[in-house]
């Protein structure tokens, strides 16, 4: 198995601008998180989908942030408009018991 | 001006010596613990876990504890090496919940 696959792996963008970020979990794991790490507040969990179900969205920090799991292969972290404050690496995890295995990242840079 | 960041805790040892980095939870419902590496530019790689009924638990030159009466965590790595340079993270995760709440982190350098 690859493992989770996220793209993009680097984007830069222009404040205002929409920004979608991809997750594709490992096949067979049945829960999907989205976590942001940034230097001044570590790593924090953003959502998480179990069976593609929204369950605790409590993390996402405004109504600029929104994020879809159509299906249990493919989930999207949707941010607009992006604001400068957004820039952050933004992780996508999956599991089936209690491990979480984690995506190689998006690093997100908002100008 | 730039915000100040996360001051990251760090754990300095000599190549060949044995590592201890510890972790304090609060939650005295949590039920899984996880330590997790996290090495530059990548994401968080699983190391060991434990759950809440069991107190020790041993895998390939690493060691976890749990101490749930002071809610004490502790990963320990034997004969640490330049390539175990990282951060580390502890986990928590309470019953019957699935996510994981993290915490700050501990740097670890080897030195050669």
């Known amino acids: 198995d690859a493992g989770v696959i996220q793209s993009p792996r680097h984007e830069v963008t222009e404040m205002g601008q929409e920004v979608t970020l991809r997750c594709k979990p490992i096949?067979?794991?049945?829960?999907l998180f989205w976590y942001r790490q940034t230097m001044m507040r570590g790593l924090e969990l953003l959502i998480y989908?179990?069976?593609?179900?929204?369950?605790?969205d409590s993390g996402m920090p405004e109504d600029r942030f929104s994020a879809k799991m159509p299906n249990a292969s493919f989930s999207t972290l949707k941010i607009q408009p992006s604001e400068p404050r957004d820039s952050a690496v933004y992780f996508c995890?999956?599991?089936?018991?209690?491990?979480?295995?984690f995506g190689p990242g998006t690093r997100l840079t908002v100008l | 001006g730039e915000s100040v960041g996360l001051h990251l805790p760090t754990l300095s040892v000599q190549e060949g010596d044995n590592s201890i980095i510890n972790c304090a939870y609060s939650?005295?419902?949590?039920?899984?613990f996880i330590w997790y590496k996290q090495e530059s530019g990548k994401g968080p790689q699983f190391i060991i876990d434990i759950r809440s009924n069991m107190d020790k638990r041993q895998g390939q030159r690493v060691t976890v504890l749990l101490n749930k009466t002071v809610k004490h965590l502790s990963l320990q790595i034997a004969a640490t090496q330049p390539g175990d340079s990282a951060v580390y993270f502890c986990a928590e995760k309470g019953t019957g919940r699935r996510a994981l709440t993290f915490g700050s982190g501990t740097r670890l350098q080897v030195q050669p």
């Open positions: 995890a999956s599991s089936l018991t209690g491990e979480q295995f």
């Open positions: 096949s067979g794991h049945n829960s």
């Open positions: 989908f179990n069976n593609n179900v929204p369950i605790d």
């Open positions: 939650n005295s419902a949590s039920d899984y």
